[in-house]
């Protein structure tokens, strides 16, 4: 059995008005990530560490930002491929731990809707999609809430 490791980090700027997609829901919120797709930085960490285990690049190298068909996309539109990338390898995911880094709105009350999302899309168990989040103690730029960060660290395996 072949196991690999894959790390994802990505970083949204906030912006007043825009709708706030985490983790393939939106989140209500007066403020929303701003990017070339929905901006959705939970999905967006997960799809570059599930391509990093595989070796297979990272999300800006197959979505890229300058193409216009990826312009607003939904997110979960992107996990989709890169799950049928990494199953057309054939790895398979053993599991997936996430960290919201977010000063404002609070991310626990969404967290079992995330994962069922999450978990729906990549076509695994619940149980195999951990979501955790924290503040920055009113730190930096997440803590002066200018934007959004997240990590993603997965498992994934080749029989």
């Known amino acids: ?30 403020h929303g990530a701003v990017g070339h797709s929905d901006a959705d930085v939970l999905i967006h960490v997960i799809c570059d560490a599930l391509l990093g285990a595989a070796n297979m690049r990272d999300i800006g190298y197959h979505f ?3 193409d216009p068909q990826f312009k607003g996309i939904d997110s979960k539109v992107l996990l989709r491929r890169v799950m049928e990338l990494i199953r057309g390898a054939g790895y398979k ?15 626990n009350p969404h967290i079992p809707a995330m994962k069922a999302c999450l978990a729906e899309v990549m076509g695994v168990e619940e149980e195999d999609v951990s979501i955790k989040a924290t503040t920055t103690e009113k730190l930096g730029f997440v ?16 029989s």
């Open 143 to 158: 803590g002066k809430e200018e934007g959004v960060a997240a990590y993603a660290t997965v498992l994934i395996y080749k």
């Open 1 to 30: 059995m072949k196991i690999r490791v894959g790390f994802g980090y990505d970083v949204h700027r906030l912006e007043e008005g825009k709708a706030f997609w985490l983790g393939g829901i939106q989140v209500p919120h007066t």
């Open 93 to 107: 995911i053993s599991n997936i731990d996430s960290t919201i880094c977010l000063q404002r709105p609070k991310v």
């Open 64 to 66: 890229a930002d300058t």
